[in-house]
């Protein structure tokens, strides 16, 4: 089992920045692929980034690719989202989430990532 709890949301103006921070728990952190969706009020759930175990495997949606970075720190079982050059439409909950499969690559598919967090609310003014 392992919970997930995201903390860093706020209210930014356009071109600000935000860092997210997810707080896990759970012995398995270390080797599973962890990523960051967000949903808008009235829209689906979107994929925005994934990071394998060992960080060398990264995945972007082509909307955040040279403004957000997807890290993770292993040891204090977190996963960051720095999010730059923020735009009023990347307001959404942005929730975190971890595969069930240990040693995977990183990818974008929602269906394999199993634990979700509570989401954290990002609101970009223009």
């Known amino acids: 089992q392992v919970q997930l709890v995201e903390s860093g949301g706020g209210l930014v103006q356009a071109g600000g920045s935000l860092r997210l921070s997810c707080a896990a728990s759970?012995?398995?952190?270390?080797?599973?692929?962890m990523g960051w969706f967000r949903q808008a009020p009235g829209k689906e759930r979107e994929f925005v980034a994934a990071?394998?175990?060992?960080?060398?495997?990264?995945y972007y949606a082509e909307f955040v690719k040279g403004r957000f970075t997807i890290s993770r720190d292993n040891a204090k079982k977190t996963v960051y989202l720095q999010m730059n050059s923020l735009k009023p439409e990347d307001t959404a909950v942005y929730y975190c989430?971890?595969?069930?499969?240990?040693?995977?690559?990183?990818?974008?598919?929602?269906?394999?990532?199993?634990?979700w967090g509570q989401g954290t609310q990002v609101t970009v003014s223009s």
């Open positions: 989430a971890a595969d069930r499969d240990r040693w995977g690559t990183a990818h974008p598919v929602a269906d394999k990532y199993v634990y």
């Open positions: 759970g012995r398995t952190f270390s080797s599973v692929v």
């Open positions: 990071i394998n175990w060992s960080a060398v495997s990264t």
